[in-house]
């Protein structure tokens, strides 16, 4: 019996072996891999009473290789993202209301504001600096626009009832 007709009776035997410990695909890989590296490496070896412990021994390294690797990758315990649900992109109804009872405080609160005040939130919403809102206040000096801030968002807090949540 030649060393080809050897190492295809011996595919057989690592394929079957390997399907019952990995799926199928991978059985096939690592089939391939022991193969390759039995005519790469281990040339030399031509007895069939050696060849097989070999291989097999080749096999069982090549797996927790792969077991290794998947572990530290992360992907032992992956599932597959067609079995999981879908995810609802909208809120649950209770978020959705407490979200609307805080924009409800939020846009009573600042109606009760003075104008400087429903100024000064306005502009910064807008994404003007604090040199920019400086400016369009007519203001010499930034520490009056930062105390102006301070003073009306304290006064924003307490009119939404101390308490931004």
């Not at 295809?8 to 690592?14: A, F, P, S, V």
């Not at 079957?16 to 030399?44: G, I, M, P, W």
């Not at 990758?73 to 995810?87: C, F, I, K, T």
């Amino acid at each position: 019996m030649s060393r080809d007709d050897i190492l295809t009776c011996l595919r057989e035997r690592i394929l079957a072996f390997a399907t019952s410990r990995v799926s199928r695909d991978q059985a096939e890989d690592l089939t391939q891999d022991v193969l390759a590296l039995l005519h790469e490496k281990y040339a030399r070896v031509t007895d069939l009473t050696e060849l097989v412990p070999l291989a097999f021994q080749v096999l069982r390294f090549k797996m927790l290789d792969a077991k290794r690797k998947t572990f530290r990758r992360g992907e032992y315990n992956q599932e597959s993202v067609d079995a999981l649900p879908l995810a609802d992109p909208t809120d649950d109804p209770a978020t959705q209301l407490d979200q609307k009872q805080r924009v409800d405080r939020l846009f009573s609160a600042v109606s009760q504001l003075g104008d400087r005040c429903r100024e000064l939130f306005k502009w910064k919403l807008e994404g003007k600096t604090f040199p920019e809102i400086q400016k369009l206040m007519g203001q010499t000096s930034i520490n009056t626009i930062y105390t102006w801030d301070l003073r009306c968002r304290k006064q924003l807090l307490s009119l939404m009832g101390g308490s931004w949540e």
